[in-house]
């Protein structure tokens, strides 16, 4: 019988020494699990989430799927909470504080979540930069199938890449238009942005700050 | 004379128009900035009451029930918590959300106190339900505050006109829990 898999990015040439490390311990934990790993062949450019999960699905041997990202180490088996209906997201710990972090590296999707739900209507994400988790798991809670889950992926922490949190970044600009297209249409929340305004940028109250400067020279 | 005049009415149209714009824009941002601060909040609340529930199935596991309906009812009351905070930050910001996490925290709350009860756990319950009065505060704060500025001009215009629901938070929210939505589902 052939070994349920857990679906992930295999990055290669690897940008850093980081990244190459981290993916192997990976694999090698995914093994040490008796799992397969499933390796998404990539380059240092981000690919698109959706294609690494249709790749999964395509991969999956069982009733579900797993994807997580190529940078953590897996603890325990995910399948073992496997029930066929309810999509679950694994937090991760980070290493070395030990910390559980808010967004979720690792998801459990069972196939017939994915036919009919998730599948229908995936928004174009690139996997890597920020707010997968976001569309990932309000999808799956809007379909109210979701649980969340500790204790099964460790993380190494470092820097945040820019993809993940800076403003200026094309790929996080993307990531959050798209995941808010999505949202509109599925009446989820939005990831809310301020007005960028040339000269004066992005101040609260341009007037209320002239005000505030006049006062100041007032005193 | 008259192109002259002209020439300077049009440049004060013009910086006035681009003053009244930047003073909307800058409202508008002021309003997101405070909304984002409620959804971090929120998502932050919705977190630590998701670790909670976890830390709660694992005690819940260890215990020797008395009886199998109150341990049904146990792991039923994490598992609709888990659901209402879960569907009270995915979907957009609104009162009723705002409602579905209070009755979560109320559920997690509820379990607490029995864990406390019956496994001398009162230390940690107690640290739990203390750290998330302070988080509904402060969620309940900044609600009040959005809500006091939004219905003043010039920012009830802008937040109707970028389609924002309104947050009308009254005094102590969290603390009105609607019964109903404690029991499990």
């Not at chain 1, 990539?42 to 989430?49: E, S, W």
């Not at chain 1, 036919?115 to 996997?127: E, I, R, T």
């Not at chain 1, 890597?128 to 922490?157: E, K, N, P």
Request: with cysteine; aromatic share 10%.
């Amino acid at each position: 019988m052939r070994k349920q898999g857990i679906t992930f990015q295999w990055i290669d040439p690897c940008p850093n020494e980081r990244l190459s490390q981290a993916q192997a311990r990976l694999r090698d934990s995914v093994v040490s699990l008796g799992l397969e790993p499933e390796l998404v062949p990539a380059g240092p450019g981000l690919i698109k989430f959706a294609d690494v999960l249709r790749f999964a699905r395509t991969r999956g041997s069982g009733s579900s799927f797993v994807w997580c990202n190529s940078d953590v180490t897996l603890t325990a088996d995910p399948f073992a909470l496997d029930d066929g209906r309810t999509v679950r997201g694994f937090h991760r710990r980070e290493v070395p504080s030990g910390e559980s972090c808010g967004g979720v590296d690792m998801y459990l999707i069972p196939n017939a979540v994915w036919d009919d739900v998730l599948s229908k209507d995936l928004p174009d994400l690139w996997c890597g930069a920020t707010h997968i988790d976001w569309w990932l798991t309000r999808a799956a809670v809007l379909a109210g199938c979701y649980t969340s889950h500790f204790g099964f992926i460790d993380h190494v922490t470092h820097q945040e890449s820019p993809a993940s949190k800076a403003r200026a970044n094309s790929y996080y600009r993307h990531n959050i238009r798209e995941y808010n297209k999505w949202a509109r249409r599925n009446g989820s929340g939005l990831f809310e942005q301020r007005i960028r305004l040339p000269i004066v940028g992005e101040s609260l109250s341009p007037l209320s700050d002239l005000f505030r400067s006049l006062k100041t020279w007032g005193h | 004379m008259g192109t002259l005049i002209s020439l300077i009415f049009l440049s004060a149209s013009a910086v006035l128009t681009a003053g009244a714009v930047a003073f909307l824009i800058g409202k508008f941002n002021f309003l997101v900035t405070l909304r984002r601060q409620i959804s971090t909040e929120m998502l932050q609340f919705d977190f630590a009451l998701r670790k909670q529930a976890a830390e709660l199935r694992t005690m819940g596991g260890t215990f020797s029930w008395s009886q199998e309906g109150c341990r049904k009812s146990f792991f039923a009351a994490l598992d609709h918590a888990e659901l209402l905070a879960h569907r009270a930050v995915a979907a957009p910001l609104c009162d009723a959300n705002l409602e579905g996490l209070a009755a979560a925290a109320g559920l997690v709350a509820s379990c607490w106190k029995e864990v406390a009860a019956s496994e001398g756990m009162r230390r940690t319950a107690g640290a739990r339900l203390k750290s998330n009065a302070e988080m509904r505060g402060k969620i309940s704060g900044l609600v009040s505050h959005y809500g006091r500025r939004v219905r003043k001009f010039p920012c009830r215009w802008v937040a109707s006109a970028s389609g924002f629901a309104r947050l009308s938070p009254g005094n102590g929210l969290f603390d009105k829990v609607n019964k109903e939505m404690l029991e499990p589902v």
